[in-house]
């Protein structure tokens, strides 16, 4: 009996996911070195198969940073219009990134965005598509920082530099994770400790500091 | 009248810093891939006349990172002793690194070290001075951080962890200064915030934490 269409539709899919999901591994191993070749290894398919679905490696790697990196503007939408105070959103926002550097899949995935960064491996569409994410975040954590300035939360100060210092830590914090995953889920959890960054003065200190 | 070997030393020293000087810049400019034959180019001296005081690029290298990078054991050893509380002594060791990536000098010198890290082209003497100067002032710095807790001027917690989240993020502030040292330098003066992540919370925050 022959295979209906939707059953021919759906062995498509599955197969388009094995690639994508062997590429994933191919690439985090092998960085932008990976060939499709390797890819086709890995899923256990020809190569010709695997040219079945991606017209090249490239075309494989955008699909995968487009999985990786989702359109997350609802996300921060949701979060600017959250309950709480402004100074809890914006823990809830750090939070948020510093655990994330501290699990294993959200690691790889930017392991991988970290490969193509290095390797001017970027293809442009991708580019924007990460550029436009990360200026999302540094809008969202401003707005956050302006609403916490007003309720006494955060310090107060040019809420671009605050912006610019906390988005230079978590740079930081995300270059360790990608060196040395081990240590860094040791001493993860404490994202206490960052958000310290925008934390007010202490009266006592405040006093000795104008004196 | 024939020089004197007095003025022949001088002669060959102030020769010997010229080539350093033009080295600096050159692979300030051009990274690893900088050639003697560039370096005297700059220097404007014959490729001949550079080989008589440097056997190859690498020991140019090398010698700029000595320089660059000084024993600085000593200064470690004298900030710790210094006068003031142990909060006071780690401001002035924090604004010391921070204000460092806002100068040009320093600036250029690390991303001399940073171009030869990428590179994999350091060489092996020079990577253990880094790793053995770096040791030194994370060493300084969880001193003081013990220390600070005992006085209350920095936050209780495991000094381990405040020593490499603060490293971490003193690792971003010097990637972005080497990215961007314009923007950078717009942002630099504000130690006090780097130095919030050591800061203990405010009474009220500690009693909303409570409950």
Redesign the interface.
């Known amino acids: 009996m022959p295979r209906t269409p939707e059953a021919n539709q759906r062995i498509r899919e599955a197969q388009r996911a094995k690639i994508l999901e062997s590429a994933r591994s191919v690439f985090a191993r092998k960085g932008m070195e990976a060939t499709i070749t390797d890819i086709a290894a890995e899923a256990q398919i020809s190569l010709g198969l695997a040219y079945r679905y991606f017209a090249d490696k490239e075309a494989i790697f955008s699909e995968l940073v487009k999985q990786t990196v989702p359109d997350d503007s609802a996300g921060f939408q949701k979060l600017v219009e959250m309950p709480g105070t402004p100074g809890e959103r914006l823990a809830t926002l750090i939070s948020s990134i510093v655990g994330a550097r501290g699990q294993r899949e959200p690691l790889e995935a930017h392991q991988l965005l970290h490969h193509a960064l290095n390797a001017n491996a970027m293809p442009e569409e991708i580019r924007e598509l990460l550029g436009k994410r990360y200026q999302m975040l540094l809008a969202t954590m401003r707005q956050l920082i302006v609403e916490g300035q007003a309720t006494g939360e955060v310090?107060p100060?040019d809420p671009?530099?605050?912006v610019?210092?906390m988005?230079?830590?978590?740079?930081?914090?995300t270059?360790?994770a990608l060196r040395d995953p081990e240590?860094f889920r040791t001493?993860v959890p404490?994202a206490q400790?960052?958000l310290?960054?925008?934390?007010?003065?202490?009266?006592e200190?405040k006093a000795s500091e104008q004196s």
């Open positions: 310090a100060g671009d530099q605050l610019a210092v988005s230079a830590c978590l740079d930081g914090l270059r360790w240590q001493y404490d400790i960052v310290r960054l925008f934390q007010p003065l202490t009266d200190k």
